[in-house]
């Protein structure tokens, strides 16, 4: 085991939010880390803030090192001259941080305030260190909340180790608000889950959305990577989590495969028609493939003249619609339905049509 000493310095150590590590640059950081430190030292008082000069001190700009061409060039020139050149470095530091400054204001980070008339005013500048924290928690919300694999500890447990985690990372600010409302709600469905009965989707397409979830990029390159080494389980344990209502998120998940075999679908149709019915005969006419929708459970295929004045709407077919496409079953329940349904759905939209008609012309 590796145990860890500080040796530390009279000050108190200047903690760096870790969300600066992930959107601020080195000069940045440099910066805040300054301010931060300055302001420790003069224990937060009305003159805390740092001047320029201060903080390229702390930064260590305008320094050369041993060694460096700056140096070398310092080493060759005469005594009158090193102090210009000193100043000069140190002319370009103050330029660094008020240019940094400027952009640590620009993206919220520090924010500056006015007070009193003009000629007397005082400037208050404040540092924000909850910026961009909650964006933070948001992109990283895998670190809070992840598939775990199958353990055999009671159930009743389990929820009390959660309900305890939640407590733990809400009192230290470390979970995002939609995070902690999305968990919670979720543990809700696993006290009252008790079998796939209960699970927020339907017991068929359970391995589906799993299988879906295991080929996304998330999972995908956790998989490259090694961080998953064993695939059957890891799909093994999403599965038992979507049975019990214990995933996060698995809403989102089945509405977007839902949508996904929804667009290949459509996407598949068009792609047959253009390539093997691109023709169509109207009363003598030749007219041509221009797009497909789906609309009112069914697919409607518009064909129109080659000069465009003229076009007309096709139903596509049950007949074509299972020649085109894989059978029902490999879909989700919800267009499994709409397929085996298809026939009635043609019923529908037509007796819909006949009756819009028939008010027209009684109109």
């Not at 041993?66 to 005594?79: C, L």
């Not at 809700?188 to 959305?209: F, H, R, Y």
Request: hydrophobic share 30%; glycine share 2%.
């Amino acid at each position: 085991m590796n145990k860890l000493k500080i040796i530390k310095p009279k000050t108190r150590p200047i903690q760096i939010e870790p969300w600066f590590f992930r959107y601020l640059n080195e000069g940045q950081l440099k910066v805040v880390a300054a301010i931060l430190s300055h302001a420790d030292i003069k224990d937060r008082q009305s003159n805390s803030f740092p001047s320029n000069r201060v903080i390229a001190f702390y930064c260590g700009f305008g320094n050369f090192e041993k060694g460096s061409k700056a140096y070398e060039k310092y080493e060759k020139i005469e005594d009158d001259e090193k102090i210009k050149f000193k100043n000069e470095k140190m002319k370009n530091a103050i330029i660094t941080v008020a240019n940094i400054k400027k952009s640590l204001e620009k993206i919220g980070l520090l924010k500056r305030e006015y007070v009193g008339p003009k000629g007397k005013q005082i400037v208050y500048m404040t540092l924000d260190l909850e910026w961009k924290k909650e964006q933070y928690l948001k992109e990283h919300d895998e670190f809070f909340n992840d598939v775990k694999y199958e353990d055999k500890e009671d159930e009743k447990e389990n929820i009390a180790k959660e309900l305890a985690e939640l407590q733990r990372l809400n009192e230290e600010g470390n979970i995002s608000k939609d995070n902690l409302a999305n968990r919670l709600k979720n543990l809700s469905n696993k006290i009252n889950a008790s079998n796939t009965e209960n699970s927020q989707v339907p017991l068929e397409d359970i391995e589906k959305v799993a299988t879906y979830i295991m080929n996304t990029s998330k999972v995908q390159n956790k998989i490259d990577e090694g961080i998953i080494e064993n695939k059957e389980a890891y799909k093994k344990s999403i599965i038992k989590s979507i049975s019990n209502n214990s995933f996060n998120g698995v809403d989102k998940y089945y509405e977007a495969l839902v949508k996904k075999e929804q667009k290949d679908i459509l996407e598949t149709l068009t792609i047959s028609l253009e390539q093997n019915e691109n023709e169509n005969f109207y009363q003598k006419n030749i007219l041509y493939f221009k797009d497909l929708i789906f609309t009112n459970n069914i697919f409607l295929a518009t064909y129109q003249s080659k000069d465009k004045n003229f076009s007309k709407k096709y139903i596509i077919s049950d007949e074509k619609i299972k020649y085109y496409l894989h059978s029902s079953y490999f879909y989700t329940k919800q267009n499994k339905e709409l397929l085996d349904n298809y026939n009635q759905a043609i019923k529908n939209y037509q007796e819909l049509i006949n009756t819009h008609n028939s008010k027209n012309n009684s109109s």
